[in-house]
């Protein structure tokens, strides 16, 4: 059986600027908080850092041509902030400017449409001495810097994200402390999330100001699949905590312009979020053009059993810290099945299950899936060829749970792979492989896996075949 995705369906990939760029000092670039956290001792597997990453910054143009070749319809990059603002203020650098005009010059010379990221996590880390995510003035940083980034392209580009991945910036990095800035708080990543959310509403703000009317405006959020151990009411309460703080956190200010009344109770005795001032929640609301998902696991949770630590296997890195204020008592669980790399097991069920969510939860608003990947341990063989199966089982099976979905009603317009390349996997450096394209990271060269042939068919067919 052959599945048909809609005319005009969007086939891309995804990458980050820190985990890809690499000329971490050249052309006015100062450090990000992912500078400073990877060249921490003990911060990341290996000591590893971003300062070369896959050098697109000098290899960009090979990249396009090699997306070109492979049949991508677009390519999702983030800017790096410090390579455009590099104390998070002030007039922006041109030469910073100017390596993302050619990227996009590139790209549409190449018939590859851009997708912009404003933020993928890389925070400038003068804004961070001042105090970072949990200070109101970053999120007012932020917005002048997309001011700053749309009038240098919004003539060319017409896929704009705000943010990448929120939940991550706040919870990661400033409560477990497994991501930059490795803060490990408990009032800090709430006060991160509410001023994250307020960046994207003052960023889209300042987005409409300078786009064409054309231009698209979106957010990538990576909502959790929090699935109850049992049917027990404990299992349950926790199910709802966990949901209240990956995903209510952020679709409440977002689609309905309000906090939920459960977190601010779970949360009650670490702040009565006084943080939030009037008028923020409407300038958060701000009208979607899409909504950008990002999934690659469920959850699984049940009310902790003993009076200990509850057991931390949520799959976002070993810390003895939670990134969960107020639930710190909710135990995670491996979830049964094939298993990634990553050990996040294999499970399509769940993005079927997130698109139709918020197909009800937003209604009339666009999806697109802006990551969805696995991470395996290909290695060429003796012939230098990549065979990579459990990849391409791993996109047919969610593919296909795509195509369902939009059976069952889902406005899902595109799919970007995560990702295109081998490249930095934050924390854990270079010791997992992404990528559809392989990078021998000694010699920079890349060599398409199968699963970047697999997936080039399917974007230049929009057909997706049974094995």
């Not at 402390?177 to 001023?195: S, W």
């Not at 959020?221 to 952020?250: G, H």
């Not at 991470?375 to 369902?404: F, M, N, Q, S």
Request: glycine residues 10%; charged residues 20%; hydrophobic residues 40%.
């Amino acid at each position: 059986m052959t599945l048909t995705f809609p005319p005009g369906f969007l086939w891309g990939s995804a990458a980050a600027s820190y985990q890809v760029e690499g000329a971490a000092q050249e052309d006015g670039r100062t450090p990000s908080i992912w500078d400073t956290f990877s060249h921490t001792p003990g911060k990341t597997l290996g000591g590893d850092t971003g300062d070369i990453a896959i050098d697109q910054y000098h290899r960009f143009r090979d990249d396009v041509r090699l997306m070109s070749d492979l049949g991508m319809a677009a390519y999702r990059f983030s800017v790096s902030w410090s390579r455009v603002q590099p104390t998070g203020r002030g007039p922006a650098v041109q030469r910073g400017l100017d390596f993302y005009r050619s990227l996009v010059d590139e790209l549409l010379a190449a018939g590859i449409q851009p997708a912009l990221t404003l933020y993928h996590w890389d925070l400038p880390q003068e804004l961070e001495n001042t105090g970072g995510w949990p200070e109101r003035e970053t999120a007012e940083r932020f917005a002048e810097y997309a001011g700053i980034v749309a009038e240098a392209l919004g003539d060319r580009v017409e896929f704009w994200i705000t943010l990448n991945e929120p939940w991550c910036s706040a919870f990661l990095g400033y409560g477990s402390g497994v991501h930059a800035p490795g803060r490990t708080e408990r009032l800090a990543p709430l006060r991160a999330a509410h001023h994250l959310n307020l960046a994207h509403g003052l960023g889209a703000q300042a987005l409409r100001a300078a786009l064409p009317a054309r231009a698209q405006i979106a957010i990538s959020l990576n909502p959790a699949v929090v699935r109850p151990l049992t049917q027990q009411p404990q299992d349950l309460d926790a199910q709802r905590r966990i949901d209240a703080l990956a995903n209510r956190v952020f679709s409440g200010p977002l689609l309905r312009g309000a906090y939920p009344s459960d977190l601010i109770a779970d949360t009650a005795a670490i702040t009565d979020w006084s943080f939030v001032r009037d008028g923020d929640l409407a300038v958060i609301k701000h009208p979607l053009d899409a909504l950008g998902i990002n999934y690659y696991t469920p959850s699984l949770v049940s009310a902790a059993t003993s009076d200990g630590p509850a057991t931390r296997n949520d799959g976002h890195g070993a810390s003895e810290h939670s990134p969960w204020p107020g639930s710190e008592r909710v135990a995670f669980h491996q979830t049964p099945g094939e298993r990634t790399e990553m050990g996040w097991t294999v499970d399509p069920t769940g993005l079927h299950e997130l698109l139709m969510r918020y197909t009800r939860e937003a209604p009339g608003v666009p999806l697109y899936i802006t990551e969805n990947g696995a991470a395996y341990d290909d290695k060429p063989d003796a012939d230098g060829v990549v065979h990579d199966p459990e990849r391409i089982d791993y996109l047919r099976a969610h593919l296909a749970a795509a195509h369902r979905a939009i059976a069952d009603g889902a406005d899902l317009r595109g799919y970007f792979l995560w990702s295109l390349m081998d490249n930095f996997e934050w924390a854990y450096g270079y010791s997992k492989r992404f990528g559809a394209v392989y990078v021998d990271y000694a010699t920079q060269t890349r060599v398409p896996k199968a699963s970047a042939h697999w997936y080039g068919q399917v974007a230049r067919t929009g057909e997706v075949a049974d094995a």
